[in-house]
């Protein structure tokens, strides 16, 4: 027999998922409290290395159903969100997005609809870099100075070279200055 379980996710302690418990039982799937899984973790991070979500999987089973309110509790990325979903479709788990129209995405719908946010994420992500590309080089063009800025000046540099040819240690100079041991390596070495 079918189980349904509800997947809930959110990115900070301040945050709570009761919305997204309402909002399935609005839509009318009925969820076994002991069936309701809730993490605090960023979405950025793949789902299938969430420690909640990974007890999930190991209890899911063919036949049962997994219930996510939008795909963004899943994942930000398409790629793993796709890839979170195809795993689940190969043990026999069916998973609805109620953002989707309760949607099954492991159904040949729900497929299609998943190539269709993942070209959209794609698209999306090849504008970023074309943007950037573009900002890059125009400021480059207009002559102005790319990167995070020198955390020593010339002058700065010039006296770390000093104390360490006296004898000073990295790690003095480095707290004295209130920098890193490996940004004192580097101007040492002039780079």
């Given at each position: 027999?079918a189980r349904t379980?509800?997947y809930?996710r959110?990115s900070t302690i301040?945050?709570?998922?009761e919305?997204q418990?309402?909002?399935v039982?609005a839509?009318?799937?009925?969820?076994?409290?002991?069936?309701i899984?809730?993490?605090?973790?960023?979405?950025?991070?793949?789902?299938?290395?969430r420690?909640?979500?990974?007890?999930l999987?190991d209890r899911?089973?063919?036949?049962?159903v997994?219930v996510?309110?939008?795909l963004?509790?899943?994942?930000?990325?398409?790629?793993?969100?796709?890839?979170t979903v195809e795993?689940?479709a190969?043990?026999?788990v069916?998973?609805?997005?109620?953002?989707l129209?309760?949607?099954?995405?492991?159904?040949?719908a729900?497929?299609?609809t998943?190539q269709?946010?993942a070209?959209?994420a794609e698209?999306?992500?090849?504008l970023?870099?074309?943007r950037?590309q573009?900002?890059?080089s125009?400021?480059?063009a207009?002559?102005k100075a790319?990167?995070?800025?020198?955390?020593l000046?010339d002058?700065?540099k010039?006296?770390?070279?000093?104390?360490l040819e006296?004898g000073?240690?990295?790690?003095?100079?480095?707290r004295?200055?209130g920098i890193?041991?490996?940004t004192?390596?580097?101007?040492?070495?002039g780079h």
């Amino acid at each position: 027999m079918a189980r349904t379980f509800l997947y809930t996710r959110v990115s900070t302690i301040g945050q709570t998922t009761e919305n997204q418990v309402a909002e399935v039982k609005a839509a009318g799937f009925a969820v076994q409290s002991s069936r309701i899984i809730t993490e605090t973790i960023s979405g950025s991070a793949p789902a299938m290395q969430r420690p909640a979500f990974r007890r999930l999987v190991d209890r899911l089973e063919a036949d049962d159903v997994l219930v996510v309110t939008k795909l963004d509790r899943l994942g930000r990325n398409a790629m793993d969100v796709r890839m979170t979903v195809e795993a689940l479709a190969a043990i026999g788990v069916r998973v609805h997005c109620l953002a989707l129209g309760g949607v099954d995405l492991t159904s040949s719908a729900g497929r299609m609809t998943m190539q269709v946010i993942a070209a959209v994420a794609e698209f999306e992500r090849d504008l970023l870099v074309e943007r950037t590309q573009a900002g890059l080089s125009r400021a480059r063009a207009e002559g102005k100075a790319l990167g995070r800025p020198a955390a020593l000046s010339d002058a700065e540099k010039q006296q770390v070279v000093t104390r360490l040819e006296a004898g000073e240690s990295v790690s003095a100079v480095a707290r004295e200055f209130g920098i890193s041991r490996q940004t004192i390596n580097r101007a040492r070495t002039g780079h």
